[in-house]
T-cell receptor, first 111, second 113 residues
Framework: QKEVEQNSGPLSVPEGAIASLNCTYS??????FFWYRQYSGKSPELIMS????GDKEDGRFTAQLNKASQYVSLLIRDSQPSDSATYLC???????????FGTGTKLQVIP | DAGVTQSPTHLIKTRGQQVTLRCSPK?????VSWYQQALGQGPQFIFQ???????QRGNFPDRFSGHQFPNYSSELNVNALLLGDSALYLC????????????FGSGTRLTVV
């Protein structure tokens, strides 16, 4: 079982819609969770971090964490074509010295 | 404000050779983590350096080694290169081992022929 699992997609949403990206993790000891965005040919960029159960909002982005279900999600409101990228979920599955990434979900926002 | 600097950006090596990749962390960061990213995959953790010591290691053979210098910069060395080592190598810098997330460099694209 992979430590961090994501659906590889692609997830296609129309411009202006809400994109919902999901992630599950296997290590119940994980404390920190991250969402990174990676444009094609570029390196990952941190967009959200979340440490407590519940929601965390930052502009058009909302991260949700449910530790009981070992589930993390990212909502992108008012999706724009510029949001088209691969979104990587990550957690500190081996302690914060080791952050493990999922394989990423490719998001396509259709104009 | 300088971000994370990696060098070189691209590299072509022959099987069996050795390679050294370099990383300078973002100003104010003291921790460097190295990742390998194959095409279409997520980054795979190689190891993390903090206070000039390897703090954690992923599932990579001993052919992969590293070092961190007093100025926090780091090197990744790979010996006896295999075709399968061809990938994008990413350096991620952070403060105090990364509880608040990483800043990634632009990566080194290694091709082994």
């Amino acid at each position: 079982q992979k430590e961090v699992e994501q659906n590889s997609g692609p997830l296609s949403v129309p411009e202006g819609a809400i994109a919902s990206l999901n992630c599950t993790y296997s290590d119940r000891g994980s404390q920190s969770f991250f969402w990174y965005r990676q444009y094609s040919g570029k390196s990952p960029e941190l967009i959200m971090s979340i440490y407590s159960n519940g929601d965390k909002e930052d502009g058009r982005f909302t991260a949700q964490l449910n530790k009981a279900s070992q589930y993390v999600s990212l909502l992108i409101r008012d999706s724009q074509p510029s949001d088209s990228a691969t979104y990587l979920c990550a957690s500190d599955s081996g302690g914060y010295q080791k952050v493990t990434f999922g394989t990423g979900t490719k998001l396509q926002v259709i104009p | 404000d300088a971000g994370v600097t990696q060098s070189p950006t691209h590299l072509i090596k022959t099987r069996g050779q050795q390679v050294t990749l370099r990383c300078s962390p973002k100003s104010g960061h003291d921790t460097v983590s190295w990742y390998q990213q194959a095409l279409g995959q997520g980054p795979q953790f190689i190891f993390q350096y903090y206070e000039e010591e390897e703090r954690q290691r992923g599932n990579f053979p001993d052919r992969f080694s590293g070092h961190q210098f007093p100025n926090y910069s780091s090197e990744l060395n790979v010996n006896a290169l295999l075709l399968g080592d061809s990938a994008l190598y990413l350096c991620a810098s952070s403060f105090e081992q990364g509880a608040n997330g990483y800043t990634f460099g632009s990566g080194t694209r290694l091709t082994v022929v």
